[in-house]
């Protein structure tokens, strides 16, 4: 049985999803773990897919363990106008680092696909050479003010807000370019996490593949609310229509 935004994500054609590759192995088929995980999202409001490609020291965000989306994945993704978002959010990017990457930024530049940073750097870097790219500002940026807004869209096309900017009325009533604003469509742990320390030691491990999480739950005592949903209808009208889909909500249980 869907829930209430369920009925909202079905409804709003004008509405677009990126989604999480996250529990997808390069071994199924794209089409077949959306449909797995995904199928209450109509595939016309799917606009990209992110996920790890090939092995990459410029990941972050979580562990890299194993490539999600293979070249025929994106391959056939683009050929039913579905997008790549690659998530280079390593706090930490070198120009050596950059040289070792453009084989990979080069095979898979395309209008319909985008990188996610969160090094300013690294996307001036790849905003410079590979034009057609769209360049995201990751939500592990934490921009959460209007100041910090307007200067990321010097640099980025589009600007992820942390899933708490859903609460705010203010910040979000006062964004001029909301159609270059993404926000959340539901939230995990970080919704109510103080610190999000555990994103800096995933950049430190995608680089030698060694290393350990570091969480602030021991530390900081913050409510757990576990995956929530945001009202959607409620964003849309204030002028929102492009939003991050962790996982949604399936007949037989929860898709991730």
């Known amino acids: 049985m869907l829930d209430k935004n369920d009925s909202i994500l079905i409804d709003n054609q004008f509405s677009t999803y990126t989604i999480s590759a996250r529990g997808k192995t390069a071994q199924e088929d794209a089409l077949h773990f959306i449909k797995r995980c995904f199928n209450i999202v109509p595939i016309t409001q799917i606009e990209s897919l992110f996920g790890f490609v090939e092995r990459s020291t410029l990941y972050g965000g979580r562990f890299f363990q194993m490539q999600q989306l293979s070249e025929s994945d994106v391959k056939r993704l683009n050929e039913i106008g579905i997008g790549l978002r690659i998530p280079l959010t390593n706090h930490f990017a070198t120009t050596q680092e950059y040289q070792q990457n453009r084989a990979m930024?080069?095979?898979?530049?395309?209008?319909?696909?985008?990188?996610?940073?969160?090094?300013?750097d690294l996307a001036m870097w790849i905003k410079n050479e590979f034009t057609d790219y769209d360049i995201e500002?990751?939500?592990?940026?934490?921009?959460?003010?209007?100041?910090?807004?307007?200067?990321?869209?010097?640099?980025?096309?589009?600007?992820?807000?942390?899933?708490?900017?859903?609460?705010?009325?203010?910040?979000?009533?006062s964004i001029t370019h909301k159609h270059r604003i993404r926000l959340f469509a539901n939230a995990g742990c970080a919704y109510t996490c103080p610190a999000k320390?555990?994103?800096?030691?995933?950049?430190?491990?995608?680089?030698?593949?060694?290393?350990?999480?570091?969480?602030?739950?021991?530390?900081?005592?913050?409510?757990?609310?576990?995956?929530?949903?945001?009202?959607?209808?409620?964003?849309r009208d204030?002028?929102?229509?492009k939003f991050?889909?962790?996982?949604?909500?399936?007949?037989?249980?929860?898709g991730y």
Not at 155 to 164: E, G, R
Not at 209 to 231: H, V
């Open 238 to 241: 204030k002028g929102y229509n």
């Open 137 to 173: 500002a990751s939500v592990i940026k934490n921009i959460t003010k209007l100041e910090q807004i307007e200067d990321a869209f010097k640099i980025y096309d589009t600007v992820v807000l942390p899933m708490s900017a859903n609460d705010d009325d203010i910040l979000l009533n």
């Open 105 to 120: 930024l080069k095979k898979y530049h395309n209008p319909l696909n985008s990188i996610i940073c969160t090094n300013d």
């Open 197 to 235: 320390i555990c994103y800096k030691s995933f950049s430190k491990f995608n680089k030698s593949l060694e290393g350990e999480l570091k969480c602030s739950q021991e530390a900081k005592d913050r409510p757990m609310k576990g995956m929530i949903d945001f009202d959607l209808q409620r964003l």
């Open 244 to 254: 991050k889909l962790l996982q949604a909500r399936i007949g037989n249980g929860t």
